[in-house]
């Protein structure tokens, strides 16, 4: 099975700085991936696919780029409502569907 | 479009725990479309447990294959899982999504926690 490993676990960011989390694949996923952002208590919103496709009604200020075995999502300009956890996901064998352990983004 | 899940919040160890996602605004029977669940152990990663296509084929994490069935009524815009034989481990907040052809979980459910404990 492919493992999906996230870097950093936690940073703690002020509001405007930008952000950047990794996404690493034990094996290539092409641009199969995507980027989910949870808040305490509430279920996961999915914010990008296919490795760079913004969903709609995701601000710009969110992106991610990559391809094969890495991958980022940067929030350009750090929000007070972007404070969350943020997972990415693989889903390269189609219907086999793996997270990375999550990495939660807390105020300096 | 919106999903519920729905559940007991107390199952004891080695039962079997019965969910249920009721959904609505979409049909299972749409191609592209399916139905999925997933689960969150308190202060844990998300993991991903079994999907049900537009075609009713049925997928499962490799892991917990043996303890999982999904099903779903398309007359009743319901899907349900199955997990035989559950565990303290199982203790878990349980999501049911959409997956929308091959663009992510766009959908989700509010989620319902389910604790196994005698």
């Known amino acids: 099975d492919v493992q999906m490993t996230q870097s950093p676990s936690s940073l703690s960011a002020s509001v405007g700085d930008r952000v950047t989390i990794t996404c690493r694949a034990s094996q290539s996923v092409s641009t199969w991936l995507a980027w989910y952002q949870q808040k305490p208590g509430k279920a996961p919103k999915l914010l990008i696919y296919k490795a760079s496709t913004l969903e709609s009604g995701v601000p710009s200020r969110f992106s991610g780029s990559g391809y094969g075995t890495e991958f980022t999502l940067t929030i350009s300009s750090l929000q007070p409502d972007d404070f969350a956890t943020y997972y990415c996901?693989?889903?390269?064998?189609?219907?086999?569907?793996?997270f990375g352990q999550g990495t939660k983004v807390e105020i300096k | 479009v919106t999903l519920r899940e729905s559940g007991p919040a107390l199952v004891k160890p080695t039962q079997t725990l019965t969910l249920t996602c009721a959904f609505s605004?979409?049909?299972?029977?749409?191609?592209?479309?399916?139905v999925s669940w997933v689960r969150q152990p308190p202060g844990k990663a998300l993991e991903w447990l079994a999907l049900?296509?537009?075609?009713?084929?049925?997928f499962y994490n490799t892991s917990l294959k043996t303890r999982l069935t999904i099903s779903g009524d398309i007359s009743k815009n319901q899907v349900v899982l199955t997990m035989t034989d559950v565990d303290p481990v199982d203790t878990a907040t349980y999501y049911c999504?959409?997956?929308?052809?091959?663009?992510?979980?766009?959908?989700w459910g509010q989620g319902t926690m389910v604790t196994v404990s005698s």
């Open positions: 996901q693989q889903y390269k064998n189609y219907f086999t569907w793996t």
């Open positions: 605004g979409f049909s299972l029977g749409t191609r592209e479309l399916s």
């Open positions: 999504a959409r997956l929308h052809a091959e663009n992510g979980f766009d959908i």
């Open positions: 049900l296509d537009w075609d009713d084929d049925k």
